[in-house]
C-alpha cells in the first residue's frame, strides 16, 4: 500500500539481469515449521488467483481463497485462446530471455517496469514446466515434444498452447492443482463471496471485510499477507471481445486505502476478431491471434472494390502489412496491425457489408499442406474421396 504520492516498486537493487536473481539469495526465509503459522488470504480464482493459492499451499502456508463465482472453474480466464510465451528455445530459432523481455517490453509500448518483465521471461520456462505438472495438455508434435506456434510482434514461436481452448484447459489445471489442496485442508475456499474492504495495519495488508452472498452476512478474515487476484474491469466496453470481467470491487477498494490505480482494465488490442454484423451484438467474437501467422491479410487495391475475394487477382489485393513491415510481415504487433487495418478502412477500402473490415485470407498456407489441392480433386473426381 502506498504512504505517499510516491511510486514505491521495491524493485532490488542491482544490474537488469541480475537483481531478482541476487534478491533470492539474500531475501529473509521462512523455515517450514513457521509457514504452518502464516495464513495468506487470496482473492480470485482465476489463473493467477487458484496457482498462486495452489502454490502457497504445496509449501505450507494456510491459505483462504475467495471468489465471486459459485465455483473457481467458472473464473473468466476461461476464454484466454491464445497461449503463454516462454523463452524455451524449442524452434532453436535464436530465442532467449533477453529477446523475449525485449518484445514484450516493446509490445507494452516501453511503459511497463523492465525489472519486473524481466523476471517474468526469467520465469517464463517453469511456468510452463508447471502447468505441465499440473496436467495442462499442451499441443504436442509427433515426438511427444511440446509444440509453439508463432503470435504478432514476435519473430520467432515461443507461445505454448492448446489448441483453441489455452484458457480453459490452464484453468481447469490450476483449479485441479487448488481442489487437491482443498481436499488435503491446507486451503479453505470461499466460493460466493465479494470482497468489500481491505484491512490495513502499518501500511500493509493484514485482512478483508467480505459479505458472503448467499447469506449476506459480512466476515471478516485475518491474514499475515493479502494476495488480490480479481482480474480487470471488463464492463466498461461496448463492443469488446471481453464477456464480462471482474466488478473490481477489490481493485476499487485497495484503491481507497492508498495503492495506485493505474490500469483497471488491463485493456488489449486484438486485431483479429470477426466483424460486427448488426445492432444486435452485445460482443464481438474473437479469433486465435496466431491465425495472422496462418493467413496473410490484404485488402483490394481498387478502393469500393465489391467483387467476391476469389474474384480478385493477386496482382490486384494490396497485401498492406507486408508492404509496409516486411521484417514481420503479417506478424506485426497487435497495435501495429490495427492502426494499419484502420487506416486502409478510413482510406475506403475496407471489404465486408460495413466496409471496415479486412480480408484474413488461409488459401496460401491451405496450398502449403495441399489442403486446397485435395479438395479440387476430391470434387473433380468423386470417386477419390474417402470415407
Known sequence: MASSSKLNAKIPEGTLENKWTKYRSTVHLVNPANKRSLEVLVVGTGLAGASAAASLAEMGYKVKVFCFQDSPRRAHSIAAQGGINAAKNYQNDGDSVYRLFYDTIKGGDYRAREANVHRLAEVSGAIIDQCVAQGVPFAREYGGTLSNRSFGGTQVQR??????????????????????????????????????????????????????????????????????????????????TNAMGSNVTAAWKAHKKGAFFGNPCFTQIHPTCIPVSGDHQSKLTLMSESLRNDGRIWVPKKAGDTRKPNEIPEEERDYYLERRYPAFGNLVPRDVASR???????????????????????????????TIEASKQSIQNPSKRKN
Open 340 to 370: 494499419a487495418a484502420k487506416e486502409r478502412c478510413d482510406a475506403g477500402f475496407g471489404v465486408g457489408a460495413s466496409k471496415l473490415a479486412v480480408y484474413l485470407d488461409f488459401s496460401a498456407n491451405m496450398m502449403r499442406y495441399g
Open 159 to 240: 507461445t505454448f498452447y492448446a489448441a483453441g481452448q489455452t484458457g480453459q484447459q490452464l484453468l481447469l489445471g490450476a483449479y485441479s492443482a487448488l481442489q487437491r489442496q482443498v481436499g488435503m485442508g491446507a486451503v479453505k475456499l470461499c466460493a460466493r463471496h465479494e470482497m468489500l474492504d481491505v484491512v490495513v495495519i502499518d501500511g500493509k495488508a493484514r485482512g478483508i471485510i467480505a459479505r458472503d452472498l448467499i447469506t449476506g452476512k459480512l466476515e471478516r478474515h485475518f491474514g499475515h499477507a493479502v494476495v488480490l487476484a480479481t482480474g480487470g474491469y471488463g464492463n466498461v466496453f461496448f463492443l469488446s
